[in-house]
Every structure is written in C-alpha cells, then in structure tokens.
Nanobody
Framework: QVQLVESGGGLVQAGDSLRLSCVAS????????MAWFRQAPGKEREFVAT????????DYADSVKGRFTISRDNAKSTVYLQMNSLKPEDTAVYYC????????????????WGQGTQVTVSS
C-alpha cells in the first residue's frame, strides 16, 4: 500500500510559478514510479509528467514541456512538480500517482492516487 498526500496548490496569476509536492508513505518510495495528472472542470483527467523509480527518466505532456519540471527526493519520499510560466489553461486539480516499474502516460496504469490539490491561474 502507498499513501499519497499532495500540497502546494493555490491561486496565482498568469506567468507566476508554483511548486507542488507529494509525500508518499508505505511501500519503499524508491521503488515507485511517480506521476502528476490533472483534471479541469468538465474535462477528462490528463497526464502531466512522470519520473521513473530510478529518477533517470522523465516524460512530459507537450502542453507543459519546457514550463514544468518533475523531480524526486527519495530521502524525503517526495515528488515535486515545479510549474513556471503558468497559464489559465493550467487550472485544474492536480493529482499525484504511483506505480511500480516503468513510467506511463495512462492513468489506468497507476495503482495509487492522492486526493488532489487545486491550482487556479487567473488571467
């Protein structure tokens, strides 16, 4: 079992930055591939970024590439999402997710989910 708790969301203006954090407990964090997904009102959940258990491989959705950075600190059992140059279209609830082994862009592949943190970007 893995428990995930996100934090760091908030209301910001376009162009601002935010850093989301997700603290994991339970199964050894270093064995988990971690990811961020988001869901805007009236839209389906979408992939944002993933970082493999080794930390050596990351992958980003095209919509956030160059603006967002995913990272992990295994000593703190925490994964981060640094979000720069935020846009109103980034407004969503952001979810942290975990799975074993390889990374994936598909939510159905992830076994554990956090409760989400709201990010609102005003224009």
């Amino acid at each position: 079992q893995v428990q995930l708790v996100e934090s760091g969301g908030g209301l910001v203006q376009a162009g601002d930055s935010l850093r989301l954090s997700c603290v994991a407990s339970g199964r050894a964090f270093s064995t988990n591939t971690m990811a961020w997904f988001r869901q805007a009102p009236g839209k389906e959940r979408e992939f944002v970024a993933t970082i493999w258990w080794s930390g050596s491989i990351t992958d980003y959705a095209d919509s956030v590439k160059g603006r967002f950075t995913i990272s992990r600190d295994n000593a703190k059992s925490t994964v981060y999402l640094q979000m720069n140059s935020l846009k109103p279209e980034d407004t969503a609830v952001y979810y942290c997710a975990a799975k074993r082994n390889f990374g994936s862009r598909y939510g159905r592949d992830y076994d554990y989910w956090g409760q989400g943190t709201q990010v609102t970007v005003s224009s």
